[in-house]
């Protein structure tokens, strides 16, 4: 899995946007998910922050797992060095967006704490070393994996907001409806999970 | 070798990464969250403050002893704290959005502790916020008025004296204690009468996991020294002579102590009828103080409701206070309503009052969450 050439880095990236979806096929980063995709602006916001955060944080853990782990079979340490890396990075992304992009740090700003916490993060670094990626495919894996997040949360927002004049059981109003169109997505997403063989 | 080698490499590597990563996050706070020193021009040049940048507007004025009242301690969720910032102002926050009106938002008005100093400021606020100061108290006295209600009383220090108006509000300061790294103001109505003017009193509900409430019931003792600054508030008794209805719940309980006193000793005799709202009657408190205002006012009248199921052998008022209003109050025209207490009873108040036909302008509260 050393090979870099452009197909293989396109091959990772579609598989892990559609066919290997982290959400749908994964289902992490549910919480937030449910939570946020009530409104498309907000969901938008939180798809490009989750994105940008995944692309990097990955790219950063993959150099920290080839570079160090690795070498001194320490691959067991890998779930908390991810953890403190995420963690610390959000902390100096949200100081740094701030200073640079007032009108980016609104527009984001409350949704990049809640990152941290989102699984959907550290389950793409996690998932990333299973397959023995390098720095370069782990920052395509990354990508990816946000904007597959991102795509997820935005086609049920979008559906969501045409729900609001549907008519709904009561019982099944709000999480209930929601998870059961994620499901139905879902199965939509894993029929194609044998096309693309990264 | 083996597993000492493992368990020392392990080690280095987890803390060699916790290093570097605070090490980046400290440099990062040391050059791109500091601001550097800006300059705060107050009303056209009235008073000018050498401030350091990088905390919220609110925040930095307090530090500088100018008190813009805010009842939420900072949280950006009760909408007092608003100046009106002239010159260069950031961009609005989404936390403001919600808490300006378009009129506002046109006139450059701002929630001040949702706007960060990141550069010199030009702002304008209401002449009197310079005559709000800081006084420094002793706890005199703390008495339990219920199994989660207590009163403090205060005496004040220095300044020695405070005046103020029965119905207005000073925010407390807890110190930094336990997990609280700093100082946090809340805001509480004062329920002693203004003539008491060496003195204030507090009415205080323990809310539980609240910084400001815990520290009163867990650590304050008496004869501990404490800090406030007020007095802020337009909630007052109007200069008409309409009947009054008044509502309150709980700790709500503190302004209306002070404003009913006030009226004894001044002789007010304004009808006025009184609904006190709790749960049980271990809730209930200064019910004999207020049963004493009425034979002193003939024209008041205190009116406790439960409304918890189990009231065994209280032949009052049932009900949730709002359907007890509604009982007993016939024609709201020409009367006014005063309201303290939670923000689910004063709104569920005013649209009781509003159905009886108070209008929304003669509907007085000010909302503390």
Known sequence: MTEHSAAHLLTILVSAALTDNILLTRFLGMCSFLAISRQMKASVGLGLAVTFVTTLTCGINAALYVGVLKPYGLESLQLILFIVVIAAFVQFLEMLIERVSLGLYYALGIFLPLITVNCAVLGAALFMTNRNYGVAEGLVFGFGSGFGWMLAIVLMAGIRERLKNAQIPAALEGPGITLIIAGIIALGFVGFSGMVQP | ?369
């Open chain 2, 1 to 369: 070798m083996g597993g000492a080698w493992f368990v020392l490499i392990s080690t280095g590597v987890v803390a060699a990464t916790c290093l570097v990563s605070a090490v980046i996050l400290l440099i990062a706070e040391r050059y791109l969250a500091n601001y550097g020193p800006c300059t705060i021009d107050i009303n056209q040049g009235a008073r000018k403050l050498e401030v350091q940048g990088g905390k919220p507007l609110l925040a930095t004025l307090m530090q500088q002893q100018i008190f813009i009242p805010s009842a939420c301690g900072g949280r950006g969720t009760c909408a007092y704290c608003k100046v009106t910032i002239t010159d260069g102002a950031p961009p609005v926050a989404p936390t403001e959005l919600t808490l300006l009106t378009p009129e506002e938002l046109k006139h450059s008005v701002r929630i001040s502790c949702q706007v960060k100093v990141r550069n010199d400021l030009a702002i304008r606020i209401p002449e009197h916020l310079f005559l709000v100061k800081q006084f420094t108290g002793v706890v005199e006295r703390i008495r339990d008025l219920t199994h989660d209600i207590k009163e403090l009383r205060i005496r004040l220090v220095e300044p020695a004296a405070i005046e103020f108006r029965p119905g207005q509000y000073v925010q407390l300061e807890a110190p930094a204690y336990g997990d609280n790294p700093e100082p946090v103001y809340r805001a509480y109505s004062i329920s002693s009468p203004p003539s008491d003017q060496g003195h204030i009193e507090l009415i205080i509900r323990r809310v539980p996991n609240g910084i400001c409430t815990t520290w009163v019931f867990t650590r304050l003792k008496e004869g501990d020294e404490v800090r406030l600054n007020g007095p802020y508030g337009e909630f007052r008794l109007t200069d008409s002579d309409a009947e009054m209805v008044w509502i309150a719940g709980g700790s709500g309980m503190a302004p209306f102590w002070s404003m009913a006193r006030h009226m004894r000793e001044h002789g007010i005799q304004r009808p006025c009828t009184y609904f006190f709202g709790a749960v049980a009657q271990r809730d209930l408190f200064l019910t004999d103080e207020f049963r004493d205002l009425e034979k002193a006012l003939p024209r008041f009248r205190f009116v406790p409701a439960l409304s918890g199921a189990e009231n065994d052998g209280w032949s009052g008022e049932k009900g949730l206070i709002t359907q007890v209003v509604e009982r007993h109050l016939k024609d709201g025209a020409g009367k006014e309503g005063y309201l303290c207490g939670s923000s689910g009873m004063i709104d569920a108040s005013v649209k009781v009052l509003k159905a009886k036909g108070i209008p929304e302008d003669r509907i007085f509260y000010d909302k503390f969450t």
